[in-house]
Each structure stands twice: as C-alpha cells, then as structure tokens.
C-alpha cells in the first residue's frame, strides 16, 4: 500500500492499482466544497457580487407615493392605476398606520393595478409586507431596517432605494447595495412630519454633487413639497426624477396631475442636458 500524501492519508493504492480515497479525504474534499458553495451563496444573498452594472435600472421620473391618509378618499389601487396612466414611472405604497394582514391585500391589489402598465411597486419601510405581497422592493429611511439586511432579505433583483438628508448620509450610502436615493426634504410638505428644515435646491445640489463624485449617473430623486411649479429647481439641482404625493393624489384629476408633472420633469431634464 502506497499513501499518495505524506502528512495525512486521504488516498492510497491498493494491490490492483486503484487509487482508493478513505473517508478523511472524502470529509475533506465535501468540506471543501460545502465552504465554497457557502461562501458562493452568501455572496449572492447579501450583494457582494452586486455592482453597479448589475443594479437594476430604476426609471425614477416620477415616483407617486401613495398613501391611504393623503389620497382624498379615493382607493389606492384606482388610484395608483390612474397615476401610471397620467405617466408614473415608479409607485410607493407609503403606510405608517394599517395593520400588516391587510397592508399586504392592498399592496397585492396596487402591485396588480401596475402590472399591464409594468411599472414597479415598492413599499415604503416594510420588507416584510413587500415579500408578502410580491412587490418589487422597498424605500427605506435612515433609521429603518438597515440596507444590508433589506438586501440580504430581498435578494439581488429587488428595488431598495434609501432616504438621505445630508451630504454625511450621502458619503456613507452603501451604493452596491442600492438602487436608487431620495434625496430631502427639499421644501416644505405638509405630507410628513419633518422636524429638519428643507434643504433647498442648493441642499439637493450639494448632495447630488457626492453622488455624482462617487457613482456617475447613480440615480436620485428629489422629495418633498414638489410640484409642477417648481420639479424644475429640483431637476436643475441635479435630481433625475421627482418623488410626489399631494401633487397627485389630492388633485381633482390625478391623471391629468401625473401627465402635466411628468411634461415638466422631462423638459427639465433634456435642458440640463443639453446645457
């Protein structure tokens, strides 16, 4: 018998000449293979191998955040449906007081409004009900679920987008691991409680300035008191979309509100492009 490894026998030849492996070498080489799949799979589920030419391609023009409390009274899946016509491009479902049982059957009703028009929804702050209801990511803020571990749980594909507020927040984003950023409050909204002050157009340029440092072309929206009047600033200031909610929701025509909205928001993008 002849050992083919000097400091452990993993294999030997028999008399016939047959190389034999003993169970060490057969633990050995499972290990082996157990630690790299491993190491494989964890490097999918939490976007190690995400990069930025891998990240879905996020059309934020114009994000329609629709929430039950600052929707005049009109069902949100109607409701989502009628923006998407007008010319959405993204949808939010922003909740901050149902319960999670019926969140997901709404959630499952607008994703299903969207569908003929394929257009994403995303749910704001809540991974678990976007799991539930099959939506197409998350939005979540600083102090919610962190982004590594909305990404571990929603896998590479989804849409995870983040809340920044200043320009400390927008060096520390973990842009691998996100799709897009929306950036505010950039006026005063009447929407959502906000204790900071708005940041302004020269705010949302500051931190479009990072942005565009760090990661060319990574997308950011605008949010927070916009509307037809002035998406312009906030496209000016360099964000590539607007993210609204009275703008649409409250107005006696909301297709009619998401088409005008999305005239301006497209005008002022070819403009800074071309300037």
């Known amino acids: 018998m002849r050992c083919l490894r000097r400091s452990r026998s993993f294999a030997y030849t028999d008399l016939s000449g047959i190389v034999v492996e003993t169970l060490a070498g057969a633990r050995s080489r499972a290990s ?13 589920v939490l976007g190690c191998d995400r990069n930025r030419s891998s990240a879905m391609t996020v059309d ?4 329609a955040l629709v929430d039950p409390e600052h929707a005049g009274g009109r069902d949100l899946a109607e409701l989502s449906r009628l923006v998407a016509q007008g010319g959405a ?18 959630a499952r009703a607008i994703k299903a ?27 979540v803020g600083q102090q919610d679920m962190a982004v590594e571990d909305a990404r571990r749980l929603l896998g590479p594909g989804a849409i995870i987008g983040l809340s920044i507020k200043t320009v400390a927040q927008a060096e520390a984003a973990p842009l691998d691991l996100l799709d897009y950023v929306g950036v505010g409050g950039v006026f005063a909204t009447s929407s959502k409680d906000n204790p900071n002050p708005p940041i302004g157009p020269a705010g949302l340029a500051r931190i479009a300035e990072v942005f565009r440092r760090r990661a060319p072309g990574f997308p950011l929206c605008g949010i927070a008191g916009i509307d037809a009047g002035n998406a312009g600033e906030a496209i000016a200031a360099g964000a590539d979309g607007v993210a609204v909610i009275s703008a649409l929701s409250l107005q006696a025509d909301p297709q009619a509100a998401a088409h005008a909205l999305r005239g301006v928001v497209d005008v002022a993008l070819a403009r800074r492009q071309h300037r």
Do not use: E
């Not at 934020?60 to 994000?63: A, D, G």
């Not at 491009?89 to 709404?106: A, E, H």
């Not at 003929?116 to 939506?135: Q, T, Y």
């Open 113 to 139: 409004a969207l569908t003929p028009f394929k257009i994403p929804l995303l749910v704001n702050d809540r991974v678990d009900v976007a799991l539930a209801s099959g939506a197409d990511g998350v939005h």
């Open 32 to 44: 082996a293979l157990v630690s790299r799949a491993t190491l494989s799979f964890a490097s999918l």
């Open 89 to 106: 491009t993204l949808v939010q479902l922003r909740d901050k007081r149902s319960d999670t049982r019926p969140m997901v059957q709404l």
């Open 60 to 63: 934020i023009r114009l994000y």
